[in-house]
């Protein structure tokens, strides 16, 4: 069974830039979650949508936005980029609901320079 | 708010040898809690869980048990090999009786390194 998978691998973009990032869960999984990763440290909660709807939101600012499409597949956007927004960025899947258990997928290297 | 504190690393040790990692948690209700794994260049993969006090999640020959009293979650593993060498990540899903929508809180990461 395919896992969850991330488009593209690898980004470089320029300070001030749009990025977007695409998600597509395992099968059969309403619920995606996306965390950033700053080298060294662990995950950050971004953001959490089930069934469509934003269910969870962590402290990042308004620059970064996402959505969840009928197909469950997500994306994560992310404006006016920063130096400091470089990072590996993961999307993770679960069934939803009183689920907790999340698989992750490989991440996406996004480079800000 | 929630929080998940990691003893510091790396951690480096010899095939064969004991392994602890320690985790503690701050979380209100009755958090779930997660070890996962990153191999270098891979995203997170879980390794155990366990979602009550005094559960024991196992894996591979990893264990850690739920210790709502310390507020703990230690990895340990009886012998390590080098294909264990990874980032290991404590993690906890705070929601009252587990009904989280699933926001993951993590530890900042222990790096291990096993030699031969």
């Known amino acids: 069974d395919a896992g969850v998978t991330q488009s593209p691998t690898h980004l470089i973009k320029t300070r001030g830039q749009h990025v977007t990032l695409r998600c597509s869960p395992i099968s059969g999984h309403k619920s995606v979650s996306w965390y950033q990763q700053v080298l060294g440290q662990g995950p950050q909660f971004i953001f959490q949508?089930?069934?469509?709807?934003?269910?969870g939101r962590g402290n990042f600012p308004d620059r970064f936005s996402a959505r969840q499409f009928p197909n469950y597949s997500s994306e994560l956007n992310v404006n006016a980029l920063l130096l400091g927004d470089s990072a590996l960025y993961l999307c993770?899947?679960?069934?939803?609901?009183?689920?907790?258990?999340?698989?992750f997928g490989p991440g996406t290297r996004l480079t800000v320079l | 708010g929630n929080s998940v504190t990691q003893m510091e690393g790396p951690v480096t040790l010899s095939e064969e040898a004991f392994l602890t990692i320690n985790c503690t948690y701050t979380a209100t209700g009755y958090p779930s809690l997660f070890w996962y794994v990153q191999y270098p260049g891979e995203g997170l993969q879980l390794l155990l869980k366990?979602?009550?006090?005094?559960d024991k999640g196992s894996n591979k020959g990893f264990e850690a048990t739920y210790r709502k009293e310390t507020t703990s979650f230690h990895l340990e593993k009886g012998s390590v090999q080098v294909s264990d060498s990874a980032v290991y990540f404590c993690?906890?899903?705070?929601?009252?009786?587990?009904?989280?929508?699933?926001?993951?809180?993590f530890g900042q990461g222990t790096i291990l390194t096993v030699h031969p």
């Open positions: 949508y089930y069934e469509k709807e934003e269910r």
């Open positions: 366990a979602t009550k006090a005094d």
């Open positions: 993770a899947s679960s069934v939803g609901g009183h689920r907790n258990e999340q698989f």
């Open positions: 993690a906890l899903s705070a929601g009252a009786g587990g009904t989280s929508y699933g926001k993951l809180t």
